[in-house]
């Protein structure tokens, strides 16, 4: 039995704590990170509040035994004071009511030593298989990335539903390629899987586009345009 406790109330430490909750083997209790001072004894404090507050909450808890470790992609290893520390990073967007898969969700795990690692791993197992040892330095750069593909990506998405719900069309036309993009660059690489008039350098359908565009889409679409022509 490993029990663990979840420091915060935002979406990463709920979803973990209902996950954890149907674990086998595991006791899990989750807290407000302003009662830091009814933590019990645990193999496992688990940091799941914003970045901001991560080293704040650390220093708060910093005599406490077990293993500490936060949740974000963005920190270092080094943002926690505590003796023994280590990274659970659960690679999903995570939305207040949106249910997850966890065995889908990729866990980055990073500690100072390999008992404390098999301790993080045991733990990370009991949701699903798909785990990777990444440190803070590749985390830093694996969260940009994500930014990219999931942050940026679902702004081109607003900006998508903004100009079909000008025009009065249904959004949902698209769902088809958005899923057929996303299932694409699982196969090939995404440099392969480009397409449209930047790739061919169709000039007038791009004209035409930017003619359709407001100034602020205009710039977004200029900027991606000549970056995909330039690459």
Not at 72 to 91: C, H, M, Q, T
Request: with cysteine; glycine share 4%; charged share 20%.
């Amino acid at each position: 039995m490993i029990k663990v406790v979840i420091i915060g109330q935002g979406n990463v430490a709920t979803h973990l704590f209902n996950a954890l909750s149907k674990a086998v083997n595991i006791s899990v209790e989750q807290i407000n990170s302003r009662t830091l001072t009814t933590i019990q004894g645990s193999e496992i404090t688990i940091i799941a509040v914003s970045d901001d507050a991560i080293q704040q909450v650390s220093k708060a808890i910093i005599n406490r035994e077990g293993l500490i470790v936060h949740t974000s992609g963005a920190v270092g290893i080094n943002a926690l004071e505590n003796r023994r520390k280590g990274v659970f990073y659960p690679l999903q967007s995570f939305t207040k009511n949106a249910k997850i898969d966890f065995n889908k969700v990729p866990f980055c795990l990073e500690t100072e030593n390999d008992k404390d690692y098999t301790l993080l791993e045991n733990l990370a197992k009991t949701l699903g298989s798909n785990i990777y040892q990444i440190n803070s330095e590749q985390r830093k750069k694996l969260h940009v990335a994500a930014v990219f593909v999931n942050n940026f990506t679902n702004h081109m998405y607003t900006i998508a539903n903004d100009i079909c719900t000008k025009n009065k069309i249904p959004f949902e036309i698209l769902y088809p390629l958005i899923e057929e993009t996303a299932k694409k660059v699982q196969s090939i690489t995404p440099r392969d899987a480009q397409t449209g008039p930047a790739k061919r350098n169709d000039t007038q359908t791009i004209k035409n586009h930017l003619e359709d565009l407001n100034l602020q889409q205009q710039k977004i679409y200029q900027l991606l345009t000549k970056y995909i022509q330039e690459s």
